[in-house]
């Protein structure tokens, strides 16, 4: 095999079994490791399994939802279903934890990762396919359904909550993007380029480069615990060109103490809670 | 007529127009007995309606959605949702309140309830045959569009109570299953069964048994105020089986104070706050 | 062209660009004075646009979602949504916000806002040629679509706060009505009887007329600070008539004491909240 073809056979990797199981596992381990999960798993089995299907399979539901398909389609496929309900008892419930203590080792936590970023690049591919077999070239639509499938776990994560009884209206990845969202966010516009031709490079080269560079960087995050995210020094350069006309210093610290204040708990006490009223309206004050 | 053949004269009965009556004024004298529904009625007919509604057809619409299919389409019926209408009118503004005076009389009460159950069986049976008509032999779409129809009311009750101007995100159905829609459930999964022919009994019969056992047990459970859920022996068995395995008592008690913390109301007073916190750990021990 | 012939006219005035572009102003305008959303634009420009487009589109996402369509259809639609897009980049980060302080102009005010009135009718009356589309003659379905079209951002209104952070359960355009809500109601409920011709008026002359009177109620609305809606009196006596048979002057006032306690802010101190719960209680006795 030449080095030149590596990407188009990357290309035809099958997701099925090995990485679809591998982002069953990183997905459940992702849930068992937020706050109340082992809890809701002993108090409602089927919440938390539940749960664990909208992290599995969170961006087929949500891309199914935007094209007015079937949100419940994906358990057409039982096999995927199974091996995720699989991987959710075993994570969850397995005799001595032998399960969840394996995947805390770091090198096998690694590779899970890895392996879940791959079928992020399909994710996205197909669903800008997906889109565009409904709606011929409306490159918006591509985009939206593309960065749906590719970060649908991410996206609908409040009401994903609200099913284990957690409501944090505070927060959301439209109002603070986590760093897999933002970067399929930019995968779904890169692969909509491509489709519509505006991006001089073939389908398969473009799959290998994004995949590699998710895989680098997701690695690189885990294993450095303060990463900053790749995108910080162009969202800054960006947000100063577009958005950022009227902004002077000072003003900036101010919201910066705004934001922190206005992403905390929904029930702050209540002289928190004038604290931050008040800032909000000198703040306002101040952009006027 | 025969004794066998009850069943199969039985599984030919017509819900319209008396049984979805008597489905309507259950749903109904249920909404209306929940804290504060009556002032919402004076407040504004219009939520109270569109609650009713969600009440009634909570079925429908969950079920459709989950097809998707048009959520509304069960006002293209006309004639049931003015009959369901016309009960939520005397239900809650009759002069003197005089129909709801009426069906509180236990027996008439009792009637209505079990009329209400038999409606049960019919949906969750057309449910699933409507699930087969779009996904063929997709097992696991069958039990949860079948389930969605019997149970919709119960499921949905998050968003049914957000019309109404209330949010309790801490508690939904799948966390803290409420009789009917465990049942539901069960009922779901049996007639899936049958339905792929893994249950040697004839549709007929497991209808008019499973028809049988709801009511018996709703009765039995109007007519005893402390009744314990008749599931409650297999689930016990059965969770301690699954999920039960690394359950020492030391863990469990750190674990129901977490528990209880998360899932605790976003806006309590402080006072009820630690009160149902108690509440709760109690409850764990019990269970325990 | 004679006086007669004007609303003949009038009802084949097309809507792009000019009044779907004053559509757009009025809706950004609309968002941007509500408090938090000019910092919501800095901390996340995405949050601000999917906010903006749910003002702008929110009636299609709403009805395509009610008739089982693509909720994320008006994105095909490119030129539209670039428009909106531009009116959004305009209102929130013009250099010397220029562009707000232009609009915030009286009159051009005014003029958009009419405008913006005028969109509401074809808005209304498309809703109902599509839903007849999709459920030939099913009245009902007529006015739900023609309703949540013309009105769809008021009633998904909750949803798009939560795009910015906020969550207001305990108020909605339900519980609620808005001014604009309403109005849409009684021009879906019109068109839908003139459509099933119950009504014997020609469709252009009640567009004619409609439009007429949305926009000098609008208009006069904005001029006069302390109005009352027009239908003030109309709901007082149907309210009376159909829902008011109980109500002792003595019970309506502590009601209207009960509505206002009830939609105020969620995260009350824990006073006022006792207090309400008190008089919610103190309600129920007396209306039971």
């Known amino acids: ?34 706050r109340g999960a082992v809890e809701i798993s002993y108090q409602s089995p089927i919440a938390c399994w539940v749960s664990t299907m909208l992290h599995c399979f969170g961006g087929s539901v949500l891309s199914s939802l935007m094209l007015a398909e079937s949100p419940v389609g994906f358990l057409a496929n039982s096999t995927n279903v199974l091996l995720a309900s699989l ?12 399960f969840y203590r394996c995947f805390s080792f770091l090198p096998l936590r690694l590779m899970v990762a890895g392996m879940k970023e791959v079928t992020r690049t399909w994710k996205i591919t197909g669903g800008i396919t997906h889109a565009n077999s409904h709606y011929k070239n409306a490159w918006l ?61 073939a389908r398969h080269n473009l799959m ?21 995210s790749p995108f910080a020094p162009f969202e800054a350069v960006l947000g100063r060109m577009l958005f950022g006309w009227q902004h002077p210093p000072s003003n900036m610290k101010s919201e910066a103490k705004l934001s922190s204040s206005s992403t905390s708990s929904s029930c702050d006490s209540p002289s928190t809670r004038e604290n931050s009223d008040g800032a909000k309206k000198r703040q306002v004050k101040k952009v006027e």
Chains 1, 2, 3 share one sequence.
């Open 1 to 34: 095999m030449e080095l030149g073809q590596v990407p188009l056979h990357f290309s035809r990797l099958a997701m099925f079994p090995l990485f679809d199981l591998a982002h069953y596992v990183a997905s459940a381990l992702g849930l068992r490791e937020q």
């Open 87 to 98: 991987v959710w008892y075993l994570v969850f419930y397995c005799p001595q934890d032998i």
């Open 141 to 201: 639509i591509m985009v939206a359904v593309g960065w749906a499938r590719g970060a649908g776990g991410g996206l609908i994560s409040n009401f994903e909550q609200l099913v284990r009884g957690i409501w944090k209206p505070e927060s959301n990845e439209l109002l603070k993007m986590s760093y897999p969202v933002k970067v399929t966010l930019v995968g779904a516009i890169l692969f909509t380029l491509q489709h519509t031709q505006s991006l001089p490079i």
């Open 208 to 228: 290998f480069f994004y995949t590699i560079f998710l895989v680098v960087t997701k690695v690189t995050m885990m294993l450095t615990p303060s990463a900053i």
